[in-house]
């Protein structure tokens, strides 16, 4: 069981590692080090009533639960800074794209959490996946899922899973946003206040995906509720449809998940 006196290492400590950062301070969480790269970054983040260092080895050494958040490229410099304080240690790696076998290669015996939660962690509404390495436990995996929950939405997975969920709800907020630009522009194309067409986005996406998580249905049976026969809706409908919006929804998050497969071995 994780406590708020469990002593936890954030290392690298950027726009996700920050995020949860937050939001364990939010939750009450007191024994937080975190590391990042250079003495500007450390300056911002001792702002927040933590410990700041730069070597990743102090934060490790002295911490019973290990966050890894730092880009593919650097996990390997960041397992050879920690590998001889990590014994017995639980490391859960937020790194996309690098399995759990990387970590086992090289930290022998280590117990480890594979998880990838998107930026909606920063309003603690992370989709988060998670998955357990060999040696991990599955009290391991139930910390892991605990600790996620202070940040949204869990689901414990297969490890195959994870490279595809990554191209999927780890990307998925730019698609969303992409599209939500475009609609607000589109507010303004028909003459709606940029302040109110960014309003009523805002809460016709939010309402709509409460609508969706609340009622069951899929989401084709509750689009046709806003349809009509001859009516306004289907104009815009049959735009989508013969631009082939679907179809560069999947294949955005089909070659993301190309691309997510292949950060190992680049």
């Given at each position: ?14 726009k ?7 939001i ?17 970054r ?7 009533p ?14 019973e639960l290990?966050i ?5 490229h650097?996990?390997e410099?960041v397992?050879?800074d ?11 790696s ?11 290669e090289?930290l ?8 990838m ?23 391991d995996?139930?910390i ?27 990307s998925?907020?730019?698609?969303v ?10 507010g ?26 609340n ?8 689009r046709?509720?806003v ?5 306004v ?7 989508l ?9 999947i294949e ?15």
């Amino acid at each position: 069981m994780i406590s708020r006196k469990t002593r936890i290492a954030v290392i690298g400590a950027g726009k996700i590692g920050e995020a949860i950062i937050r939001i364990l301070l939010k939750k009450g969480f007191k024994n937080i080090v975190a590391t990042c790269k250079t003495s500007f970054r450390k300056n911002y983040l001792e702002k927040l009533p933590i410990k700041v260092t730069l070597n990743n080895r102090e934060a490790a050494a002295e911490s019973e639960l290990i966050i890894i958040s730092v880009k593919p490229h650097q996990v390997e410099s960041v397992l050879k800074d920690i590998k001889d304080v990590v014994d017995d240690k639980l490391i859960i790696s937020v790194a996309a794209g690098i399995p759990t076998s990387f970590y086992e290669e090289r930290l022998k015996g280590a117990r480890i959490i594979r998880a990838m939660p998107n930026i909606n962690i920063l309003t603690g509404y992370s989709a988060t996946a998670i998955c357990k390495g060999e040696h991990a436990s599955k009290e391991d995996l139930r910390i892991a899922e605990e600790f996620f929950k202070y940040m949204g939405y869990v689901a414990i997975v297969e490890e195959r899973l994870i490279d595809p969920i990554t191209a999927y709800s780890g990307s998925g907020p730019a698609f969303v946003l992409e599209f939500f630009e475009a609609f607000v522009l589109a507010g303004l194309k028909v003459g709606i206040p940029r302040d109110l067409a960014l309003n009523l986005a805002i809460n016709t996406m939010v309402g709509t995906a409460k609508l969706l998580e609340n009622d069951g249905r899929h989401p084709a049976e509750l689009r046709d509720m806003v349809i009509t026969p001859g009516g306004v809706t289907i104009e815009g409908i049959h735009v989508l449809e013969k631009n082939g919006f679907k179809a560069m929804i999947i294949e955005a998050v089909e070659k993301t998940y190309e691309k997510s497969s292949k950060l190992l071995k680049t």
